[in-house]
């Protein structure tokens, strides 16, 4: 399938265009995972691409993050595939050698955040409506390490610590201040600012650029390369626990009422 993600190329800039079209939310399903990881890697094999600017084609909303279904009531084989994928698309968005900047265009929790944070830059809309963070605990769930890796990768470990075990979601004015996104602009100059951001990294010399992407970033990815079947099997003894189905069947029965 082709079709949950929109992506166009500027052959002229090497700058492809990414969004998220998923409604009603850009929840990442195990379909949307696959499709994004598929993209992920055709642009990085095309050598007219330099750069990728992420953002939701949704209004208000950039991505809500893992589907929650995904992880409710399905099978060990369901789990095993579902969480390769989460970890495909991680090592994809965040080892990448193409300039990646995200365009946070609404609110962005858990996986979502994670999809933010694994992009060079962020922007986000100054939109105090929007929030977003790693706000797994308040699922009565826990990030992986890697998720952790990534949120002190950006902003260290203290801001980090406090805001993973409040399962923080940071409003767009508090988020820039913590230094989980870069800046903050006018939803309407987003994309603007968003070309500007990357006609700036796109002016150094890829090689140079690439190296000290990876030497910054190896030790993170390797860390999960080296451990990934042990992370699967975390993530299934996890999810499959009672207690921890109970916790997000009642965290969807909350998202439902809260609408009427
Ligand atoms: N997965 C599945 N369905 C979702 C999700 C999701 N993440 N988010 C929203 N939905 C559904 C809602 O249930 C609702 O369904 P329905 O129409 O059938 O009632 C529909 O999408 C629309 O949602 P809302 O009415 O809530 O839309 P709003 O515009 O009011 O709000 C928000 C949008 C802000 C995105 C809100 O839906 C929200 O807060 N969603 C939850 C986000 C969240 O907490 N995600 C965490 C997912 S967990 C994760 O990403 C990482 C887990 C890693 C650790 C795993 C270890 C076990």
Known sequence: SNNKIQVEL???SGVAMMKFKSPPVNSLSLEFLTEFSISLEKLENNRACRGVIITSALPKIFSSGLDITEMCGKSIEHYTEFWRAVQEMWLRLYGSNMVTVAAVNGSSPAGGCLVALSCDYRIMAENPKFSIGLNEAQLGIVAP??????IV????HRIAERSLQLGSLHPAPEALRLGLVDELVPEEKLMEK???????WLALPDHARQLTKTMMRKAVLDRLVAHREEDIKNFISFVSKESIQKSLRMYMEMLKKRKS
């Open 194 to 200: 968003a070309a500007a951001v990357m006609a700036q």
């Open 145 to 150: 390490f890697w998720f952790k890796d990534t």
């Open 153 to 156: 990768n950006v902003v260290g």
């Open 10 to 12: 500027d052959e002229s």
